[in-house]
């Protein structure tokens, strides 16, 4: 390290070096040398962190659970909604029963995915699936689609068909069908349901109008670690209002039909 040069400034720049082995200076190949600045006034170097009197930490939200002791959101949502729309006899029967046809109908093409991912999960890998986010193009999509159906519930496997539109469904799983579960948007209790179950806490009185025209995404995007369910409940308000506001001025930027 060079000894520091004297002037009426009290800062001073150092220059430090990498050392060898043999405790001497040395400047190996592709070592970097980074200038310091001393302070003589505050006797530290400025690139130090000062030392702070007292322990400062964050505190989480009240009522919030601990981020891992919480499940996924989408999980949460899917299922409460789910268990809404189905009795603890049907989800036995589809846990257990064998060629066993049924159809999950969502309320819209965001729903499919997080569904189908939940009803593996549930459900077990032993099903068949068969989701649906637009139309197939072409009938041979169809025609396929209906005959793998028909082989797997004749083979004993159990087939599920996941849609928003089941006119999108094969043919034979819609004859064949022994199950229809009609998942509807979300509404107070189904809410309430997914924020205790994610915040480890109830939100108290729900009030249905809150989620009015929330699809999921819009839902999940409310439930956010360290949130506690007073907040969640803020964040689906206000994202019910904006959303609102944002359709509303959509609609008057429509110019008027002569």
Not at 190 to 199: S, Y
Request: with cysteine.
């Amino acid at each position: 390290m060079k000894k520091p040069t004297r002037g009426r400034s009290s800062r001073t720049v150092i220059r430090m070096t990498p050392k060898g082995r043999d405790g001497h200076h040395a400047k190996p190949h592709g070592a970097v040398l980074l200038d310091r600045v001393y302070d003589r006034e505050l006797g530290r170097f400025e690139d130090d962190e000062p030392e702070i009197e007292g322990n400062f930490e964050l505190d989480p939200e009240e009522g919030a659970a601990p981020p891992g002791d919480r499940p996924e959101a989408v999980t949460t949502v899917v299922g409460a909604a789910f268990d809404a729309a189905t009795t603890a006899d049907q989800r036995r029967r589809l846990r257990h029963s064998q060629a066993l046809c049924a159809i999950v109908h969502v309320p819209s093409p965001v729903w499919v995915m997080p569904v189908s991912l939940y009803f593996r999960c549930a459900f077990g890998e032993r099903w068949l699936q068969q989701t649906r986010h637009g139309p197939t193009p072409g009938e041979r999509g169809f025609a396929t689609s209906s005959a793998s159906v028909s082989l797997a519930l004749s083979a004993g496997q159990s087939v599920v068909g996941i849609a928003a539109d089941l006119s999108l469904l094969p043919r034979s799983l819609i004859g064949a069908a022994d199950m229809t579960i009609r998942i509807a948007p979300p509404n107070g209790v189904v809410l309430k349901a997914a924020i205790t179950r994610f915040a480890r806490r109830t939100p108290g009185e729900f009030d249905d109008s809150i989620a009015t025209d929330l699809d999921l995404d819009d839902v999940v995007a409310a439930f956010r670690p360290g949130a506690g369910p007073q907040r969640i409940v803020q964040r689906l308000a206000a994202a019910a209002a904006a959303l609102r506001l944002h359709r509303d001025f959509e609609k008057e930027r429509q110019p008027c039909s002569s």
